[in-house]
């Protein structure tokens, strides 16, 4: 018998006996990068409302943060985060295409949501500038908390479409409340009994008090 014989007969025998090899693919890159932020309805609101709405920065932020490396673009998600009102039809516009490309079946109305989302953020905003300057601050203090609440509800609509598109309709994947959020709704929570302590002080006025002082 030849040396090689005896080589491979060696070699046979030992994988006999060695455990099968799995079989090893190397993912993609981005396969387990979202293309968008997805998170529950639910939680999207409670933060958003705990903070007066600042929230939305956040959420802007993740949105186009995650789209950037996605799809490896030259994008800067703080300039978006900052400015929304000028990207929130690019967003939902992606989004949309998103959804029709995986064969649609979520209800929603993109450009009209983006729409909407511009003109109360705008109205919100100005009714805050001008409520100083009115005989009616109070009036316009509430309009402005009034659109910046319905701003929430635009958020919430346009992240149904978005968890929609990630497949997680519901937002299963981030729908607890983590450190960094239960601290941020805490704080926000303190912020909101102030405002309202303040908002019920302005609203009942000054109380006038008579008193009867003892006659000498």
Not at 115 to 140: D, G
Not at 143 to 158: F, H, K, P, S, Y
Not at 201 to 216: N, Q
């Amino acid at each position: 018998m030849t040396h090689d014989a005896i080589a491979d007969g060696e070699a046979l025998q030992r994988d006999v006996y060695a455990p099968p090899a799995a079989r090893i693919e190397q993912p993609s890159a981005g396969a387990d990068r979202a293309e968008f932020h997805v998170v529950a309805g639910t939680k999207l609101l409670l933060l958003y409302a705990l903070t007066f709405g600042y929230y939305q920065i956040y959420w802007s932020y993740k949105q186009w943060t995650h789209y950037r490396r996605h799809h490896r673009v030259a994008m800067s998600p703080v300039v978006r985060a900052l400015f929304p009102v000028f990207f929130m039809h690019s967003l939902t516009g992606k989004v949309d295409a998103r959804l029709r490309g995986e064969g649609g079946g979520h209800a929603w109305r993109p450009t009209a949501l983006a729409t909407a989302f511009v003109l109360l953020q705008l109205a919100s905003i100005s009714a805050a500038r001008a409520a100083p300057f009115t005989q009616s601050p109070l009036v316009f203090g509430l309009g402005a908390w009034a659109c910046t609440l319905l701003v929430g509800l635009v958020l919430w609509r346009i992240q149904m479409a978005i968890n929609a598109a990630g497949g997680d309709p519901e937002g299963r994947s981030n729908a607890r409340f983590t450190s960094a959020n239960v601290i941020w709704m805490l704080l926000g929570g303190f912020a909101w009994l102030l405002f309202l302590t303040d908002f019920a002080l302005r609203l009942m006025g000054p109380v006038m008090v008579d008193v009867e002082l003892p006659r000498a």
